[in-house]
């Protein structure tokens, strides 16, 4: 998978090199969403460009070392937004629940093998299973398996157009 020549937002780039694949998030980073009494940040801390700085030093937790530069390459020029993460943490994802969910319509369940961001056993529920429905597990995936296995991702969406084709009669 090719990434344009110039990235967008630059000033987010950190270079993939610096993280290495033995590299951790720094020691006292906060590892839960809860606010921890004594720990406050430095005025200014709650910034775009420090969300920024955060996705990318998480890049080894979200890429599995085969694919962690081009994982922090990407993650090092995508745009952040403070205020939506804000937004979605207060108004969103603690209450999300879905109500609704295909009983015909042909679709795709991708995930990586090692995602360590989503639980795959949200996929366990037998809503989630029918003709229509196909399950691709990328091993040696992390949350992104289109970086880290552009082929078998391309794979999986080749296999529900040919659904989509069938169901279809096209």
């Given at each position: 998978?090719?990434?344009?020549?110039?990235?967008?937002?630059?000033?987010?780039?950190?270079?993939?090199?610096?993280?290495?694949?033995?590299?951790?998030?720094p020691?006292?980073?906060?590892?839960?969403?809860?606010?921890?009494?004594?720990?406050?940040?430095?005025?200014?801390?709650?910034?775009?460009?420090?969300?920024?700085?955060?996705?990318?030093?998480?890049?080894?937790?979200?890429?599995?070392?085969?694919?962690?530069?081009?994982?922090?390459?990407?993650?090092?020029?995508?745009p952040?937004?403070?205020?939506?993460?804000?937004?979605?943490?207060?108004?969103?994802?603690?209450?999300y629940?879905?109500?609704?969910?295909?009983?015909?319509?042909?679709?795709?369940?991708?995930?990586?093998?090692?995602?360590?961001?989503?639980?795959?056993?949200?996929?366990?529920?037998?809503?989630?299973?029918?003709?229509?429905?196909?399950?691709?597990?990328?091993?040696?995936?992390?949350?992104?398996?289109?970086i880290?296995?552009?082929?078998?991702?391309?794979?999986?969406?080749?296999?529900?157009?040919?659904?989509?084709?069938?169901?279809?009669?096209?």
């Amino acid at each position: 998978m090719a990434l344009p020549a110039r990235r967008p937002r630059d000033r987010f780039r950190k270079p993939a090199r610096a993280l290495g694949a033995g590299a951790r998030v720094p020691a006292g980073w906060p590892r839960a969403r809860q606010h921890r009494p004594g720990l406050e940040l430095a005025p200014g801390a709650r910034s775009d460009a420090n969300l920024g700085a955060i996705a990318v030093a998480s890049a080894p937790w979200n890429f599995r070392p085969a694919g962690l530069a081009a994982g922090a390459d990407l993650l090092g020029w995508m745009p952040y937004n403070r205020a939506a993460v804000a937004w979605s943490a207060e108004h969103f994802d603690d209450t999300y629940r879905s109500a609704w969910w295909p009983t015909e319509l042909p679709t795709l369940i991708l995930s990586g093998g090692a995602d360590r961001i989503v639980t795959q056993t949200l996929w366990d529920d037998e809503r989630f299973t029918g003709e229509h429905v196909i399950h691709r597990t990328v091993h040696g995936a992390g949350h992104f398996p289109w970086i880290e296995r552009p082929e078998e991702v391309a794979a999986a969406f080749a296999d529900l157009a040919d659904l989509i084709a069938r169901s279809t009669g096209a």
